[in-house]
């Protein structure tokens, strides 16, 4: 690739990731301000750390540069922040599961920066797809049930849908079309 064009690249790559910060923070600042996770589901919020950790796990084991996966480490940071909130307004964060889901979590991750074949790193970014989508369901099932829309934001999906678009991209241009990363957009 032309340098002009990866340097594009690396900066649409960091634009992503400062964006990202809009896609969890209102959410997580929304439950810290009223003090309740009442809407919410701490099994949405599971998923979505593990789909997150799977990706940073395969980038930075694959040593892409950060500029490629900047909102994924961004993301997980919001995901977790989420998920110790809902867990606390929610008075769970100390129960036997949780716990022992925190420690399987932790000792998970730590097989796949230090122990994982290349395979099973692989087979985990192309599982986050599966675990991020699964990861509404707990969500919309709770909203049916409570007949509530949720937070849905319009401009939210749109940005997320620019978000992937740009990162289709620079994952062409900085990662020389990784064929796992492509299927996962």
């Known amino acids: 690739m032309p340098e002009d064009t990866s340097l594009i690249a690396t900066g649409l790559g ?12 209102p959410i997580a600042y929304r439950v810290w301000r009223q003090s309740s996770a009442d809407g919410l589901t ?9 789909s997150y950790v799977c990706s940073d796990i395969f980038y930075i084991t694959k040593q892409y540069p950060i500029s490629t996966y900047v909102e994924t480490l961004t993301i997980t940071l919001e995901a977790a922040v989420v998920l110790v909130l809902v867990a606390y307004y929610q ?21 796949g920066f230090l122990l994982a074949p290349p395979e099973i790193v692989a087979a985990g970014q192309l599982g986050s797809v599966a675990l991020n989508s699964g990861a509404l369901l707990p969500q ?6 409570t007949k509530s829309k949720g937070d849905y934001s319009p401009v939210t999906a749109a940005l997320a849908s620019v978000g992937c678009a740009i990162r289709i991209f ?16």
Do not use: C, M
């Open 140 to 145: 919309f099932l709770l909203n049916f049930e």
């Open 14 to 25: 960091y634009l992503v990731g400062f964006g990202s910060v809009l896609l969890y923070t």
């Open 42 to 50: 701490l099994s949405t919020w599971w998923l979505k750390l593990g």
């Open 91 to 111: 008075q769970r964060l100390w129960d036997k599961q949780f716990v022992f889901l925190t420690l399987a979590f932790f000792i998970t991750i730590a097989y």
């Open 170 to 185: 620079t994952t062409i241009t900085l990662t020389d079309s990784d064929p796992i990363l492509l299927t996962t957009y």
